[in-house]
């Protein structure tokens, strides 16, 4: 009797000193509404020892410009306290001609990361990535044949999602990732309710383990919960979201961008980078610019003495311990600061799902092929610094790139992972 209330004394303990607590702020729609999504998440993580505390904003069809424009939702991400702010864009609005999608979505994507990034220094954005309508955007057939299909519509919020996690420098909740995945390996589970948009009960709790994998970075198929879902259903919810999510963290940006330690540069000159600390509260600073130097300054600024591609880091010590930020930049070796306008950074590279093509003069793309010599697809999209290439839709191996400069064409290897 002694052993056992022992043994169950241990467990207990163990269970408590194991527990992970983290508060979230839910900013979207009925897609997160729907099932009452982070009350699932609350519910799987209690099964696995741990705690979500949470706070919601999800009227019906809102957008993130009306959530930008909405005082309650700038106050609430304002109280500082957030160890994450998911932002849910309307469901058909990251589908639209890009044009629309830099003009409606991308700018509001910014501000409210940036509100998240300024008033919680120990906080980070998650996008939420939601799905295509069950037969694609019916409403907008005519005149976006694109988005007449699930696939297509799928395809093209997969990739505004990934971009504006990117150049946020934000995570990604992959749950249209996760749907797709289950409506071709399982098409016989319902993901939809019954207007085709929304989730059903099953949609959520897949749209639950993604969330509660991102957030708590723990195998789903540990967590116990399986609210009103069949074993089968859960064993399949579970394993899919492991297989896509757990197992592929770095897809969806999380060692990259789930650090405190923030930086950014720029270029005074053609060889010269200045470095500047964004991470609020930390006290230590070490910089490692890649090419085997190091400072402790703040804000360093470093000179290179041959071109090429670096791969610089910063490790600081807030938020109650150590973390570093890494990027990836490339220096020209210019005689002369007229002539460094043609520099041109493409990172990240290696990749797994985008390439940022930073430059300020007049680029233009040639051509994207395989090792083989063979030309590939590609979407090249303009943003604000440069330009970006989707590559999730290529398989694994290295890529050559050629564009021009000035009339000056130029060759890049890109590796995809």
């Known amino acids: 009797m002694k052993k056992t209330l022992l ?16 508060k979230v702020f839910f900013v979207g729609n009925s897609y997160t509404y729907y099932n009452d999504l982070p009350v699932l998440i609350a519910s799987i993580a209690t099964s696995t020892g741990d705690v979500l505390t949470h706070q919601s904003h999800t009227p019906g069809g809102s957008t993130l410009q009306d959530h930008v424009n909405n005082q309650n939702v700038l106050s609430t991400i304002g109280l500082g306290n957030w160890d994450y702010v998911v932002l849910q864009e309307q469901s058909q609005l990251p589908s639209f001609p890009l044009t629309q999608v830099q003009t409606d979505v991308f700018p509001f994507a910014q ?16 996008f939420y990535m939601t799905w295509g309508r069950k037969f694609g955007d019916q409403s907008n057939c005519a005149s976006l044949p694109y988005i007449c299909t699930y696939e297509g519509m799928d395809d093209k919020l997969y990739d505004r999602y990934m971009q504006m996690a990117t150049d946020n420098e934000s995570l990604v909740s992959p749950v ?5 995945t289950i409506r071709t390996q399982y098409p016989s589970l319902e993901l939809y309710s019954s207007d085709e948009s929304h989730p059903s009960y099953l949609g959520s709790m897949a749209a639950a383990y993604t969330f509660y994998t991102i957030i708590f970075k723990k195998d789903p198929t540990l967590a116990t919960f399986s609210g009103n879902l069949s074993t089968s259903e859960a064993s399949i919810l579970k394993n899919t979201v492991k297989n896509v999510v757990f197992d592929h963290m770095d897809t969806w940006l999380v060692p990259a961008n789930d650090v405190h330690s923030q930086f950014s540069y720029t270029y005074p000159s053609s060889q010269n980078v200045q470095f500047t600390n964004q991470t609020q509260n930390a006290t230590s600073f070490l910089w490692s610019f890649g090419d085997g130097t190091t400072s402790i300054l703040e804000n360093p600024q470093h000179s290179y003495t041959t071109p090429g591609n670096y791969t610089v880091s910063l490790t600081t010590n807030a938020c109650g311990g150590n973390s570093t930020k890494t990027k990836y930049l490339t220096v020209n070796n210019l005689s002369t600061l007229e002539n460094s306008k043609n520099i041109v950074q493409i990172y990240p590279n290696p990749t797994h799902n985008f390439i940022n093509i930073i430059t300020n003069s007049e680029f233009s793309l040639v051509s994207l092929k395989d090792a083989s010599g063979r030309i590939v697809n590609y979407n090249l999209r303009k943003t604000e610094s440069g330009y970006s290439i989707s590559l999730q839709h290529l398989p ?7 564009y021009k400069i000035d009339e000056k064409e130029y060759t890049k290897k890109i590796i995809k992972k």
């Open 111 to 126: 501000q409210l990361s940036t509100l998240v990034n300024t008033q919680n220094p120990c906080g980070n954005v998650i």
């Open 7 to 22: 043994l169950l004394l241990l467990t207990s303990l163990a269970f408590v000193f194991g527990q992970t607590t983290k």
């Open 176 to 180: 249209g990732k996760v749907w797709r």
């Open 396 to 402: 694994s191996g290295v890529y050559l790139l050629q």
